[in-house]
């Protein structure tokens, strides 16, 4: 996610904290570096003339040239305009005060609004407790109708569809079967097309008309940059949406429309999407973006998605097994579903503070955990419970039952060796700090 963006902003930015002097010359030229980054990420150009113009101004105005940190200084107020314009806050989607909630959903073709009405009907019944039903707007693209009900059945939520092509009765038809259902949520989905033309402004006002939706989002495609934000533009004049959600984020993402979008259509980004899965679909928090894109890492983004799959007594009982030394194949099998559940593998990564960087040239394809799951499921429980037992024909039969070579179980092994050692190690360390805390509290400790 932004990793072009990324590494030349922090370039620039650790350029500046290597000067012996930080001076308004040097603090110009990173100025200067920084804009030409944005600019590269297409960015809209008003956007990044203001964004370096604020931040230069805050730094020649602040002390930062004379201060004991200038290089964090520096940062700080890159990182705070960064925030600004990104939106500040984090914005929710409307409730209306008697059931059902409409929401519209509304964008041009192919940037992702049938999988992102899914979305948000998954994460609005498992993370709100919603029961939503979604209506096929979408008349006129061909297998719109069943790719909802495909998504649909998956997440156990209701469609309503017409054979006829009258997306306008869609819509109402849906609002009425909702009440008549006691069902909170409306998502319509209706139908885009390559480019904005003024028969599909039409229809969209005409459904907003007909139903008078609490919530109008916008999708764009996150890759398709400053295009992005003039059609942003062109929908907002027609028909007033309340937030944006930028779809593929996962994608080769320059960056543009994150951050030009909201500045250009004074409208909040309310989600992202991140991967095709149902579940790759997050709220947008501004300051968590921003810390990504400056390396940082999305430590509370991470530690959410950890809380959803590990409960605290999980949690003690594997932290018990660690310490008398009973972890095994079975629990490390375990551990490896739920960091599926939790994501795409290299976006989780990308939430770790320096990884980025650091394991950039590794591959995080999401079949890397296929080989090593197929050798655990290939093994015997008594194996699984007790590595110990592979000796050099078990390893062989373990090979050819798994589809991998014998170098790979060994391989996997002694990387499970070494991963019981240090959680071992981490699991003594712990132990050991909490009696250090609790010395610290008695009478001679102070």
Partial sequence: MFEDLSSKIESA??????QSRITDVNIAETVREIR????????NLDVAREFTNNIKEKVMGSGVLTSVNPGQQFTKIVYDEMVQILGETRSDIAVANTPPTVILIAGLQGSGKTTFSGKLARYLKTENNRNPILAAADVYRPAAINQLKTLADDIGVPVYSIEQKDPVRVAREAVSMAKSLALDTVIIDTAGRMHVDEQMM?????????VNPH????????????????TAKAFNETIDFDGVVLTKMDGDTRGGAALSIRSVVEKPIKF????EKLDALSPFYPDRLAQRILGMGDVVSLVEKAQKEFDEQQAEKLQKKIKSDKFD???FYEQIQKIKKMGNVADLVGMIPGADKALQDADFDEDSFKPIEAIISSMTPEEREDPSLLNGSRRRRISKGSGTTVREINELMKQFDQMKKMMKTMSKMNKAGRAMQGLKNLPFGR
């Fill in 13 to 18: 930015v650790q350029t500046l904290k290597g």
């Fill in 36 to 43: 030409r980054a944005l600019l590269d990420a297409d960015v």
């Fill in 202 to 210: 039409n229809e969209v006002a005409e459904i907003k008309k007909a």
């Fill in 215 to 230: 919530e109008i989002l916008f999708v764009v495609d996150a890759m398709t940059g400053q295009d992005a934000v003039n």
């Fill in 272 to 275: 992202m999407s991140t991967g």
């Fill in 329 to 331: 194949l079975n629990d």
